[in-house]
């Protein structure tokens, strides 16, 4: 339950995330990117500083799950989801991020042999329906005919991403302690986007950032890319890949009520039907946490503590 717990704030803080990134629209995807993992780095330098440095070894030994958690989630995702924005649309941004659930179950059924009962893939797909219906607002046929392109493609590049970095995590993260982890996780993303902003803003010109921009990238520093990834990190040790991602389907009901509270826009009887679909689909996803017992002898608190 605890897990559930966290899992509820994780999907609440990424829905910000999207509201906030509607927000800042106005700059460039990788400026916010970079931004955002920037503050992030600074938050985390003190939490995880002193396990990085002690348990160093581990991070050298272990380099190449490391650099695939690092790009994969922490590098990627968010700058394919920004890169996304701005060749397509919202909406179908958020159909696409409807995926992630169901992309991770199949790699995590493939690669991991974690094993589900029928309910539960019951579970899965009605949460993935109901995502689907929150956003074309119970038109699902809605879906043939929208306009695709090559943000669309971007965007299925970033459920994949996520999909990768959630089993890894799952596989990986024992081996690390926690916030040193993801403290060296966001340094080695600062020196891969590094030259990719450097070429945007050579492109582009160095944007001004307003002081209600600067907030919205310290809210992004904050609580999508600190305390939004140690928690989530958490409860896929615990829960497993499938059974957390599947929380990822609230995103767009949370993103809905967010905009019905802040944004003043209206909310739909079919989006509060799409919702409840998502809810029946996510218990009947966690009713049962047995999976694979592959790596129930690994510790669920990542080793060297923190």
Wanted: aromatic share 10%.
């Amino acid at each position: 339950m605890r897990a559930y717990l966290l899992l509820i704030l994780v999907v609440v803080f990424y829905a910000g995330n999207i509201l906030t990134g509607k927000a800042l629209s106005d700059l460039p995807p990788l400026t916010i990117a970079f931004g955002r993992i920037a503050i992030a780095f600074l938050v985390l330098l003190p939490i995880g500083c002193s396990s990085a440095w002690r348990f160093r070894h581990l991070f050298i030994r272990h380099w190449k799950p490391l650099l695939v958690m690092t790009v994969t989630g922490i590098a990627g995702f968010n700058t394919l989801i920004y890169s996304a924005l701005q060749f397509t649309s919202a909406t179908n941004v958020s159909v696409l991020e409807a995926s992630i659930p169901a992309v991770t179950v199949l790699l995590s059924f493939w690669l991991l042999r974690e094993r589900l009962r029928p309910v539960q893939w019951l579970g899965i797909l009605l949460s993935l329906c109901g995502a689907l219906w929150v956003v074309t607002n119970g038109q699902l046929l809605r879906l043939a005919g929208m306009s695709w392109n090559v943000g669309d493609a971007i965007m299925v590049a970033g459920a994949i991403s996520w999909a990768v970095y959630s089993i890894a995590v799952k596989r990986y993260l024992f081996l690390f302690p926690a916030h040193g982890a993801v403290l060296v996780m966001t340094g080695l993303s600062i020196l891969c986007l590094l030259p990719l902003v450097i070429g945007e803003w050579m492109v582009v010109g160095v944007p001004e950032i307003t002081g209600g921009q600067g907030s919205g990238l310290l809210y992004l520093g904050v609580f999508p890319s600190v305390i939004a990834l140690l928690l989530y990190n958490r409860a896929v040790a615990v829960l497993g890949a499938s059974q957390a991602s599947v929380f990822l389907n609230f995103v767009p009901v949370f993103t809905m009520l967010g905009a019905y509270l802040l944004l003043d826009e209206a909310i739909t009887l079919m989006q509060i039907i799409g919702a409840l679909v998502v809810v029946i689909g996510v218990l009947f996803t966690t009713r049962d946490k047995r999976e694979s017992r592959q790596f129930a002898a690994r510790p669920a608190i990542p080793a060297g503590g923190d």
